[in-house]
C-alpha cells in the first residue's frame, strides 16, 4: 500500500460519491468518473475520501495506490484544468484547429489530422499548442499522440515537443 492511500485524500471544493462500482467527482471545471475495481473499497466522508483493500492480495495492496492517485488527479482536474502546450520547431511547420481536428503541417507530403476529444480543448497561438483538460489521463495520452506525428529529432530540434520538455542535441558531422 502507498504512503499516498494511508491519509483520507482531501477532496477542496469538488463533491465525490462513490455508488454502484463508479466513483463519481463533481466540481466546477467539469464531472468524472472511474469504474471502481471490485477489490477496493472506497469510503467518503467529511476529512475526504479513504481508500482500503478488501482483501491482502498484491494486487489489491498496488492497487489501493494506483486508485489513490487517480483520485487526487480527478479531484484535481475538476478543480482547475490541466494544461500542456506543445511546440512546434522548424521551417514551414503548421497548426491549425479546424471544427474537431487539429492538423498539422510538420514536413510531411499531406497535412495529418488529429480528432481533439470530447473532455479536451485545444487552442493554437503561432507555433504553441495549448490543450486543456479536466481528465488528466486523456489529456496526457493524446498530447502524446499529437508528439509522436513527429518527435523531435537530436540533430536540428525540428519536431513536436512539449514546452518543458529539453531536447539533448548532438553534433553533427565534423569537417576534417
Known sequence: MSRLAKKAIPTGKAEVTAAGG???????????TK???????????????????????????????????????????VESLYVKKLVLEGVGYKVEVKGKDIVLTVGFSHTVA?????????????????????????LGQFAA????????????GKGIRYEDEVVRRKQGKKAV
Do not use: C, W
Open 114 to 138: 488529429l480528432k481533439i476529444p470530447e473532455d479536451i480543448s485545444a487552442s493554437v497561438e503561432k507555433n504553441v499548442i495549448k490543450l486543456e483538460s479536466v481528465n488528466k489521463e486523456s
Open 22 to 32: 463508479v466513483l463519481t467527482v463533481k466540481g466546477p471545471k467539469g464531472t468524472l
Open 35 to 77: 469504474r471502481i475495481h471490485p477489490t477496493i473499497d472506497i469510503a467518503v466522508d467529511a476529512s475526504g475520501v479513504s481508500i482500503t483493500s478488501k482483501d491482502r492480495s498484491r494486487i489489491g495492496k498496488t492497487l489501493v495506490g494506483t486508485f489513490a492517485s487517480h483520485v487526487k488527479n480527478m479531484t484535481q482536474g
Open 145 to 156: 499522440n499529437v508528439r509522436k506525428v513527429k518527435p523531435p529529432e537530436p540533430y536540428l
